[in-house]
């Protein structure tokens, strides 16, 4: 869908003032108007957008209410008949996902001599992994260090991480870079095999490894081949709906559900690791998303219905540049290498209003606040409202040819829909990005609860409050490694008793006492509804 | 969405839907009343779950596309095509060589090419794909690896083989074998590895984890910074 008219006669303001944006200099925001602008439109400080939990661990926390919703919601196994010692499975270690952190965690479970059973609710592979295309983090130059890149995760997580993750983190990052280098990952390097490395936001070192504009699907695809070579057992399609507990209060497996035929099926396993991902697809206060298909907050729900604790569950990462047109490509991930090259934000006038490299916060914020406060947004014609992200800037800038030989999967995606973005401006909105919080872990991914495990974006405390580009990837590698490895040496001298749901029941109870109304919500969610929508 | 949306005629699987002229296949798929189980992942271009093979009514030509991907058109014969049986070979990547021979010892199929050139035809991430296989056939393992680098592996070219060549399976051996064989390992990480293993940061990181809130910030705010 190329610009309608309209559109086309409001982008001869944005032509009409390049010239003069470009010899201009627009400032940073300081401190001060930092905070105001975060406290005013960033989506987290949307009091009404979060309410306390009213059961579980939690009880009392904030969290967004679409998460709300599904945490106070009901079992999908209310009103099914299972017999919990037909067993389909009984394995040593269950890995719950099929992104980074789900095949990390199989391979390093196996080496340890265990069982292990993958299970994914899509394709193996089918996940938010395959989509990070900006790189990962490693502090491995001469310049550089675990310290220094210490320093940047909790400063960039506003000081509130876990300690200990963060040193896990950083000290393991190296040894997880070359476990993937070894592994035949094909990183961008130079002749003589040192690994390129660029900045991101908020590192204070060049240490942005990447594998050229595709890092998370190179990772994902050679990891997938390595547990496609081990023979290691991945059912695909299979959703994990709910734990399951021994005698011990210990995990001790999982119901699945047949995402095609509908059956329920019963796995035992000595160990458990969650690594389900992300909640992207939740869509908070109605934002788009640039998650996946499946990332619908799974391991969240049924991780805390047996008792697991979450943290930092009031912070979402929004990512400024999401795609607001064409529709069809609502919330594509617009990377911010476009504004580093140059292009600006832009609104309905003509106008920028921020400075294209604050940090994402701040920058979605400014955005949002252009739109929402100043009514200086642009309406599409399927109501979706975004700003002029001002691509052409970047070839006047660095010259003819610069965005086709930079950005060559951002022209692709955007020609195949008649946009052409070095000829014109895109429309952007900030969508959701990541989920910076989850289940809490400790170093190897326990969780409070005896044998589970969490690895990947389900876990929570890594980052803290906010997660710096980059880590993410890494954390994937390194905690979906340790849990991996803690989980299989551990399966050996577990004993699993008699398998139970009863903690379900007694959820169920503690919603009913406390006067939860859940109105018919059932949960985990599994996949979001678009059906009859029109886009 | 606004009411004078033009409509459209596809045929999903051979029934008729009138859905709105702007989506995706896949968007198209959901307006006509499809929970998606199969056919989608990342519904951005990068998984390959969502390969879908269509004729336009009056054509006879067999078009393929990403769902996410690709606009609808009027009389659009549609289905996807959600799985591909294809054959994987199983290796232990650290005992291999990266030679020609190597890869024919897994894909002896390769060598089977008829020069039909179909896969790079119907290829949607408009790979050159038959000149990756035949880099592949000459032992060229660095150029199959470059080429072959922005596959998705959504599985159409094996599809479409009348040589019976899993691409794909070929590339992303390719890649290993020369990420792994022929490129130098990165020194300065092996080094840092080593350099962790030996204690040297144990020191500046219990420092930093025992530093109080107000120190750290004031170091976090001090800190400098590599230029660009
Ligand atoms: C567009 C995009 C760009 C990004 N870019 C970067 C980047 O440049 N650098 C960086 O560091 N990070 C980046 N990230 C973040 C990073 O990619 C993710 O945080 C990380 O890959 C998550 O890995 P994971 O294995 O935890 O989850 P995922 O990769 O999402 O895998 C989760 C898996 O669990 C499965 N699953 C979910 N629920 C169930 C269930 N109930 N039962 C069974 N299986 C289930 C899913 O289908 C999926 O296979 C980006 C993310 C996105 C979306
Ligand atoms: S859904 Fe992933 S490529 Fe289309």
Not at chain 1, 424 to 437: E, I, R, S, T
Request: net charge neutral; proline share 4%.
């Amino acid at each position: 869908m190329t610009y309608t008219p309209q559109l086309r006669e409001l982008l001869t303001r944005v032509e009409a003032t390049r010239n003069k944006r470009l010899q201009g200099y627009f400032p940073r925001l300081m401190a001060a108007e930092k905070e105001e602008v975060l406290r005013k439109f960033h989506p987290d400080y949307i009091e009404a957008s979060m309410r306390p939990l009213q059961v579980g661990v939690n009880t009392g926390d904030r969290v967004p209410h679409e998460l709300a919703d599904l945490l106070e919601a009901r079992s999908r196994l209310e009103n099914v008949r299972l017999d919990l010692e037909q067993l389909q499975y009984d394995v040593d270690v269950l890995v719950v996902g099929g992104g980074g952190a789900g095949a990390a965690a199989a391979l390093l479970a196996q080496e340890q001599g265990a069982n292990v059973l993958l299970l994914t609710k899509l394709r193996f592979g089918d996940a938010n992994t395959v989509m990070a295309q900006g790189g990962i983090q490693v502090a491995d130059k001469a310049n550089d260090s675990p310290a220094v890149h210490y320093l940047d995760v909790i400063g960039g997580g506003h000081f509130s991480n876990v300690p200990e993750l963060v040193r896990a983190l950083t000290m393991d990052a190296p040894a997880a870079l070359r476990w993937l280098e070894d592994l035949g990952a094909m990183f961008s390097k130079e002749d003589d095999g040192t690994m390129k490395s660029i900045h991101g936001g908020g590192t204070s070192r060049k240490r942005m490894h990447f594998a050229r504009d595709y890092s998370g699907a190179e990772i994902m695809r050679t990891l997938r081949d390595e547990v496609r070579n081990r023979s290691l057992r991945v059912v695909e399609f299979c959703a994990v709906v709910e734990l399951l507990l021994d005698e011990g209060g210990r995990a001790a497996g999982a119901v699945l559900y047949n995402m095609e035929t509908g059956e329920y099926e019963i796995a035992r396993a000595k160990t458990v690791i969650l690594a389900t991902g992300g909640s992207g697809r939740l869509h908070y206060q109605g934002f788009p998303t640039t998650n996946h298909y499946g990332a619908t907050g799974d391991g969240l729900i049924i991780g805390y219905r047996a008792g697991a604790r979450l943290a930092f569950m009031d912070t979402i990462q929004y990512h400024p540049t999401g795609a607001a047109f064409p529709p069809q490509i609502l919330g594509l991930l617009i990377t911010e290498k476009v504004r580093g090259l140059g292009a600006e934000p832009v609104n309905i006038d003509g106008e920028q209003f921020v400075h294209p490299l604050e940090t994402r916060d701040v920058e979605s914020s400014a955005i949002i606040r252009e739109i929402k406060d100043r009514g200086k947004g642009i309406v599409t014609e399927t109501g979706m409202v975004g700003v002029w992200l001002d691509s052409p800037m970047i070839e006047i800038i660095h010259g003819p040819g610069t965005i086709e030989r930079e950005l060559p999967a951002m022209v692709r995606q955007f020609n195949r829909f008649g946009v052409d973005i070095v000829r014109d401006p895109m429309l952007v909105y900030p969508a959701l990005h990541y989920q910076n919080g989850g289940l809490l872990i400790e170093e190897n991914g326990r969780t409070n609860i005896e044998n589970l495990y969490v690895a990947g974006e389900c876990a929570g405390g890594i980052h803290g409050r906010n997660r710096l580009m980059g880590n993410s990837l890494l954390d994937i590698v390194v905690f979906g490694c340790r849990a991996g490895r803690d989980a299989g040496a551990r399966a050996a001298g577990v004993r699993v008793g008699k398998l139970h749901l009863e903690h379900v029941t007694a959820y169920h109870r503690q919603l009913e006492a406390n006067g939860v109304l859940t109105a018919g919500r059932v949960a985990p969610l599994l996949l979001p509804r678009y059906t009859h929508r029109s886009r | 969405m606004t009411q004078e949306t033009e409509l459209l005629n596809v045929y999903i699987m051979g029934k008729s839907y009138q859905v709105p002229a702007s989506l995706t296949i896949m968007n198209a798929l959901e307006y006509a009343g499809y929970q998606l189980v199969r056919g989608c992942g990342c519904r951005a271009g990068f998984c390959g779950a969502c390969a879908t093979v269509y004729r336009i009514k009056g054509d006879y030509e067999l078009k393929v596309g990403l769902a996410c991907q690709t606009k609808v058109e009027p009389d659009m014969y549609l289905t996807q095509l959600p799985f591909f049986p294809a054959q994987k070979a199983e290796y232990n990547i650290r005992e291999l060589k990266a030679t020609a021979e190597q890869i024919a010892y897994y894909y002896p199929e390769i060598y089977r090419c008829i020069g039909c050139n179909a896969c790079t035809k119907i290829c949607p991430q408009d790979l050159k794909v038959m000149q990756y296989i035949g880099y592949a056939q000459r032992g060229q393992i660095d150029r199959c690896a470059d080429e072959s680098f922005d596959c998705v592996m959504c599985g159409l070219c094996a599809s479409r083989c009348p040589a019976l060549i899993v691409h794909y399976n070929v590339g992303i051996l390719a890649r290993r074998l020369y990420s792994r064989y022929l490129v130098p390992p990165a020194g300065h990480l092996q080094d840092r590895v080593t350099e962790i293993r030996s204690g040297k940061f144990d020191e500046d990181i219990a420092m930093l984890m025992t530093a109080s809130a107000d120190e750290l910030k004031k170091r976090y705010n001090e800190r400098d910074i590599e230029p660009e």
